[in-house]
């Protein structure tokens, strides 16, 4: 464990700490709202930025003070963790069955430490170079009630992933057109997103006279009208809500007639308003 002792006088402690709020009861959990009902978006957030998800229950709880705790997260407190390995969720890598990591844990809605070596969690992790029975949890709050609902929908998160037909993840707006119709008040714009790999995906709205506008996303070189909107809480709609920039870049534009520009703007935020809001309850992304 010499290198977890190291590592907490240098690094910062959201690098490496995981939030501990509470433990897992097959009944109910004690954890507080905001943090025993994280969103889609803070699950697949946790999913993607970790290389290993496990699930886990801990055997010891060892408390750290003084040196070993300088960098501890106000109203928190220290704890260095061994945790016995229940099932490997995912993992490129085989992960031993048992390891071991720091947390900072909180009070629970009552205002007492919970018992950590109660319940079982799922731990979103990465492993420490060199040092084989040691993970770094990829955010504060990396490690969560392993409670059915939750293990089903991370379990769904990562599948949906890794899947072939998988969508990329978005980067930025690529080029946005507008078409108008024969007559007023029909018309459709396509928006080309830029994706990590490159991978083709478009978003089209179509308007026609006396009907609401409809929308459809495309994942591939050909758009498919009928293939309608993502579902809420989908990983094509986390994709799309959550990584979408908040309004056409003036350089999608560059290629669109002036007067048809307020039309594609006007489109893209449609699809914004019918995607709904990405919610996240952490307060400390993965990563950041």
């Given at each position: 464990m010499r290198m977890i002792f190291t590592a907490i006088l240098s690094l910062s402690a959201i690098a490496g700490l995981s939030n501990g709020k509470a433990q897992v009861s097959a009944k109910k959990s004690p954890l507080p709202?905001?943090?025993?009902?994280?969103?889609?978006?803070?699950?697949?957030?946790?999913?993607?930025?970790?290389?290993?998800?496990?699930a886990i229950r801990i055997r010891q709880a060892v408390r750290l003070k003084g040196q070993e705790a300088l960098t501890v997260i106000p109203g928190r407190r220290r704890f260095l963790v061994t945790a016995e390995v229940l099932a490997l969720i995912r993992s490129k890598?085989?992960?031993?069955?048992?390891?071991?990591?720091?947390?900072?844990?909180?009070?629970?809605?009552?205002?007492?430490?919970?018992?950590?070596n109660r319940g079982e969690w799922i731990l979103f992790s990465n492993p420490v170079a060199g040092y084989p029975t040691e993970v770094r949890l990829v955010s504060p709050d990396a490690m969560i009630p392993a409670?059915?609902?939750q293990l089903a929908r991370v379990r769904g998160i990562l599948k949906d992933a890794t899947a072939e037909a998988a969508p990329p993840a978005i980067t930025g707006i690529a080029s946005a057109f507008h078409s108008r119709g024969?007559?007023?008040?029909?018309?459709?714009?396509?928006?080309?997103?830029?994706?990590?790999?490159?991978?083709?995906?478009?978003?089209?709205?179509?308007?026609?006279?006396?009907?609401?506008?409809?929308?459809?996303?495309?994942?591939?070189?050909?758009?498919?009208?009928g293939?309608?909107?993502?579902?809420?809480?989908?990983?094509?709609?986390?994709?799309?809500?959550?990584?979408?920039?908040?309004?056409?870049?003036a350089s999608s534009l560059a290629e669109t007639a002036p007067e048809y520009a307020p039309l594609a703007?006007?489109?893209?935020?449609?699809?914004?308003?019918?995607?709904g809001p990405c919610r996240r309850t952490l307060k400390v992304r993965p990563g950041a």
């Amino acid at each position: 464990m010499r290198m977890i002792f190291t590592a907490i006088l240098s690094l910062s402690a959201i690098a490496g700490l995981s939030n501990g709020k509470a433990q897992v009861s097959a009944k109910k959990s004690p954890l507080p709202p905001a943090q025993s009902q994280l969103t889609y978006a803070d699950t697949a957030d946790l999913g993607l930025a970790a290389q290993q998800v496990s699930a886990i229950r801990i055997r010891q709880a060892v408390r750290l003070k003084g040196q070993e705790a300088l960098t501890v997260i106000p109203g928190r407190r220290r704890f260095l963790v061994t945790a016995e390995v229940l099932a490997l969720i995912r993992s490129k890598e085989p992960i031993p069955p048992r390891i071991s990591f720091i947390v900072d844990v909180a009070p629970g809605a009552d205002g007492k430490f919970p018992k950590l070596n109660r319940g079982e969690w799922i731990l979103f992790s990465n492993p420490v170079a060199g040092y084989p029975t040691e993970v770094r949890l990829v955010s504060p709050d990396a490690m969560i009630p392993a409670l059915p609902d939750q293990l089903a929908r991370v379990r769904g998160i990562l599948k949906d992933a890794t899947a072939e037909a998988a969508p990329p993840a978005i980067t930025g707006i690529a080029s946005a057109f507008h078409s108008r119709g024969s007559i007023d008040g029909e018309g459709e714009s396509q928006i080309f997103l830029d994706s990590v790999g490159g991978k083709p995906v478009s978003l089209s709205v179509v308007r026609q006279a006396g009907t609401a506008p409809t929308w459809s996303v495309a994942l591939g070189d050909v758009v498919d009208q009928g293939a309608g909107p993502p579902v809420r809480d989908s990983f094509l709609w986390y994709r799309l809500a959550c990584f979408l920039p908040p309004s056409l870049p003036a350089s999608s534009l560059a290629e669109t007639a002036p007067e048809y520009a307020p039309l594609a703007a006007a489109d893209y935020s449609f699809i914004l308003q019918q995607l709904g809001p990405c919610r996240r309850t952490l307060k400390v992304r993965p990563g950041a």
